[in-house]
């Protein structure tokens, strides 16, 4: 007579096996798409193919349904796949580039979290990187006590400060002129005028970024750089033009979104992409702690609307206060979007309390309207 326990261990062990048969196979497909990327260099082919990622997503479908497996879970899984695959072919387009062989590249700052993303990205182009900042450096990546005893002769200097010390920084910097290539990563460039002036008036090749996205980024594919185009118009052989220009090389063999702006067109809209979106979840987290008596009962509920929007809040009430502090504050066109933000709440309020049906069908046509014209130009972009 055969025991049901030792049918579920054998049925386990049977899963167990497959497991690992399944692994090895996605063992076998990423070193299949380290050859395709390197033929698709060879080629000159672009990293990524939409025509046939839709294939691929398609073909699925068909032998998910011929097999008796959900649809959407095979959808998952190749979309999993095909992110994997992606990046696999991403950092060996990278690491091929080897834009910085033989080159010197100083993070200062590199022991945070972005800074530490910028360490391996330029290690993986070959730079020799150093790292200054007294919270140390990653493992192996050779680390100065003071970024002011360097020689400071690198081909590119990288801040990745807070915003609150990178001005002092950029001006510290422009006294010592360096020869290489300087930008900062700040979320805003508002508080950095002064510093990012200073280094231009100085002759020295300076320009800023902002990547969109966080340290924990392994593909830039529908990603995006703002580089804050610093150079002045009708000058010739302008630094920050070359300076523009060697910062959009380092992610030339990415899959990056990069975008090109003045300082002042990147803060007035970053004071909608993240100001808005943050002060947003800000004021729905803290309506729902503020609830009273409903805030416990509330963790009971559940509904789609709530529960993406509360994943999101939850996100950002993680990170940083004084960071999340700074991008409200110290931007020069922050209170434009906070005035919008208190204007379509009382909007909305005065239509519910009013009993405004056209007034509230108004609002959601409206807001219809912009999502999709938006959706319109994001897909005619990839």
């Not at 990546?141 to 001005?167: C, E, P």
């Not at 110290?330 to 519910?352: F, I, P, Q």
Request: glycine share 8%; with cysteine; proline share 4%.
């Amino acid at each position: 007579m055969n025991r049901p326990d030792a049918n579920l261990d054998d049925l386990r062990r049977r899963l167990n096996d497959l497991d690992r048969r399944l692994l090895a196979l996605v063992a076998e497909r990423q070193a299949i798409s380290k050859e395709v990327a390197r033929v698709k260099r060879e080629t000159g082919h672009a990293t990524r193919d939409y025509q046939r990622e839709r294939e691929v997503i398609l073909g699925a479908h068909q032998d998910a349904t011929e097999l008796g497996v959900p649809t959407a879970l095979a959808e998952s899984l190749m979309r999993l796949l095909i992110r994997s695959s992606l990046t696999t072919q991403e950092q060996a387009s990278v690491a091929a580039h080897g834009a910085g062989s033989g080159r010197r590249a100083l993070v200062i700052g590199g022991g945070g979290k972005i800074g530490r993303w910028f360490v391996e990205f330029l290690a993986s182009q070959g730079f020799a990187v150093e790292v200054a900042d007294p919270a140390g450096a990653p493992a192996g990546v050779a680390r100065i006590d003071d970024w002011r005893m360097s020689d400071l002769k690198h081909d590119f200097i990288v801040l990745a400060t807070n915003l609150g010390m990178t001005d002092g920084i950029l001006r510290e910097l422009a006294l010592r002129r360096p020869p290489g290539v300087v930008f900062d990563v700040g979320s805003l460039k508002s508080p950095l005028r002064a510093g990012l002036m200073a280094l231009r008036s100085h002759g020295c090749r300076v320009t800023s970024l902002h990547p969109m996205f966080g340290p924990d980024t392994e593909l830039l594919s529908g990603r995006h750089v703002v580089f804050v185009d610093l150079s002045r118009p009708g000058m010739t052989a302008d630094p920050c033009a070359e300076a523009l220009e060697r910062a959009r090389e380092l992610f030339a063999p990415t899959m990056v979104e990069q975008v090109v702006m003045s300082l002042d067109d990147h803060d007035r809209l970053i004071a909608y992409v993240l100001g808005l979106s943050h002060a947003l979840n800000i004021a729905f987290f803290t309506a729902l702690a503020e609830s009273g008596e409903a805030a416990p009962r509330l963790a009971q509920m559940s509904s789609t609307t709530f529960d993406s929007q509360l994943d999101v809040a939850t996100r950002v009430a993680q990170e940083s206060p004084d960071l999340y502090f700074e991008i409200q504050s110290l931007n020069d066109y922050g209170a434009e979007s906070l005035e919008a933000l208190a204007k379509a709440v009382e909007t909305l309020r005065a239509a519910v309390l009013s009993g405004d049906h056209a007034r509230f069908v108004a609002l959601m046509s409206r807001g219809r309207e912009y999502l999709e014209q938006r959706r319109t130009i994001a897909e005619r972009r990839a």
